[in-house]
């Protein structure tokens, strides 16, 4: 009789948990790390025969508890790219409690999936992509995946003219301030706008404004659309505390050793 009871109690109770009765209870919004900002993920090694038919995905992403989406453009280091870097591309994903982030990008007829353990998004962290389907198919490949905090502040430095084996010029060094501000709303395209000036003394002097340009994944460039050439380009590390600059004032300034009179070095936000 005992048995029998037992088991007539257990039928129920299975039935309950088979049903959801006691769900796991998810995690309040406040768990989530916040991805809202500028990011990049990239394939460590690009260079040589071997280079991936993507590299890079740079741009926006917002999260809303464990909710991701963004816009982003990918950088084919191919001669004829699988995608054009001016096409915005879509994505959507989840990131949960435990940082682990899934991200879905359908781009050239097929979908590109980023994973990767977020921890600390102002850092690189390492992950997976793939992209099944489509002109730029790829199997699982290594990357490194990290937040780019606003390039915002004031950046100093030397830089030089460089030879075409990429070494300084006697006689240029030339003492740079960056002042910048990034805005932290994106545009529709995934870009930060950012604005400011270069102030050069020294073998280039003069003060240069920065404008229509954006940052996208921790790289300053001109607005991609409009293919001008940018008073100032580089790229930030995940913190922007340290600006790699190339400078090129316009009208150019000082003895120009090259057609395209570049100074180039490493600036510190102070």
């Known amino acids: 009789m005992f048995s029998k009871l037992r088991f007539t109690l257990l039928l129920p109770l299975a ?37 991936p038919p993507i590299s890079d995905f740079l741009g926006a992403l917002q999260s809303s508890g464990g909710t991701v989406t963004g816009t982003l453009r990918a950088i084919s280091l191919s001669i004829a790219p699988c995608v054009p870097f001016s096409q915005d591309l879509q994505a959507t994903g989840t990131i949960d409690a435990n940082g682990n982030l899934t991200l879905a990008i359908p781009m050239a007829g097929g979908t590109a999936t980023i994973t990767a353990a977020i921890a600390a998004p102002e850092s690189y962290t390492t992950g997976t992509w793939q992209i099944v389907g489509g002109a730029c198919a790829m199997l699982s490949t290594a990357i490194q995946i990290a937040e780019f905090a606003p390039a915002t502040g004031t950046y100093t430095g030397v830089l030089n003219e460089l030879d ?30 950012v604005s400011g000036a270069v102030t050069a003394t020294g073998a280039c002097s003069g003060t240069f404004p920065v404008t229509n340009e954006v940052v996208e994944g921790g790289v300053i460039m001109p607005v991609p659309t409009t293919f001008s050439t940018g008073v100032l380009v580089g790229g930030i590390i995940p913190t922007a505390t340290t600006l790699i600059a190339d400078f090129s004032p316009s009208p150019a300034c000082g003895s120009q050793v090259y057609s395209a009179q570049v100074y180039s070095g490493i600036l510190t936000r102070q």
């Open 164 to 193: 075409s084996s990429g070494l300084p010029v006697a006689g240029t060094a030339t003492n740079v301030t960056v002042a910048l501000t990034q805005s932290t709303t994106p545009n529709s395209d995934g870009d930060f706008p």
């Open 15 to 51: 039935a309950l948990l088979a049903c959801g009765a006691n769900p796991t209870p998810s995690a309040p919004a406040s768990n989530y790390l916040n991805l809202t900002g500028d990011w990049a993920a990239m394939v460590p090694s690009t260079l040589g025969a071997g280079a």
